[in-house]
């Protein structure tokens, strides 16, 4: 996948939506929740239901919504209409950022106008955020194990029944900014292994390969700004191979989008 959305940032006002359909989630409060992945976010918002088949992409609406018009919210970048969907998923984590590059996510769960567009199943916008002025660099490294079933670090015959693995996430950026202009350069890599007995039965009964979700982005963030205001841009290219449920079949099958 590549993004590339010049955004124009002149008094750029949030969507035409009453007060009480939007919430805004800020950088502060994704650290705060320890939240490590793009996709996690809408588990902090009350007003969005947030459901995953394999513990690392989300599919999410606003609540009231049936489940069968999961995913048909519009995205934003930085004020501009990006279409990350696929196979009628569309997962944040196809977008070529990562946490540390956003300053905050806006999600509107009633009908808005937004980019000469009309959102009628909510929307979505990330809000990129500019890096501090100088040469900067900041990075993050997670990982986990779960441990206790049957762990610690148990391997069952074969290796299938492994549930103590959960993999890690690594993330960089480095970045310019002046007063008037800032440049910044960002990698992501992420490795997943759904653990969870369900979710591994459910895998095996339909596909002898063992479930491993991988996603990798790069991206350039670009941006000017003036006293009238400014533009932004964001170019980038994503990797994300996961398992995607086909709901019709029943089944998950692995598929790679870029």
Request: without cysteine; proline residues 8%; aromatic residues 6%.
């Amino acid at each position: 996948m590549v993004l590339r959305s010049p955004a124009a940032v002149h008094a750029q006002e949030p969507p035409a939506a009453g007060p009480a359909g939007r919430e805004v989630v800020t950088r502060s409060e994704l650290e705060a929740a320890g939240v490590m992945r793009l996709g996690e976010v809408a588990r902090l918002v009350a007003g969005w239901n947030a459901t995953t088949v394999d513990d690392f992409t989300w599919r999410m609406s606003p609540r009231g919504l049936p489940a069968a018009i999961e995913d048909r919210w519009l995205l934003l970048v930085d004020g501009r209409p990006v279409e990350a969907g696929v196979l009628g998923v569309t997962p944040l984590e196809r977008i070529p950022l990562d946490l540390q590059s956003i300053d905050s996510i806006e999600f509107v769960s009633v009908p808005a106008v937004a980019s000469g567009r009309i959102a009628r199943h909510g929307l979505v916008h990330i809000h990129t955020g500019k890096p501090r002025q100088g040469v900067s660099a900041r990075g993050r490294l997670a990982f986990g194990s779960e441990t206790g079933d049957p762990g610690p670090f148990a391997f069952l015959p074969d290796g299938r029944l492994n549930r103590d693995r959960y993999g890690q996430e690594a993330a960089g950026e480095v970045a310019y900014a002046t007063e008037r202009w800032f440049a910044a350069g960002s990698l992501t890599g992420s490795v997943h292994f759904p653990t969870d007995p369900l979710i591994l039965d459910r895998i095996y009964a339909t596909s002898p390969i063992a479930p491993r979700i991988e996603r990798f982005t790069s991206a350039i963030r670009l941006g000017v700004h003036g006293p009238a205001g400014g533009h932004r841009l964001v170019a980038g290219a994503s990797r994300l191979d996961d398992w995607t449920r086909l709901e019709l079949a029943g089944i998950e099958v692995p598929v790679r989008s870029a």
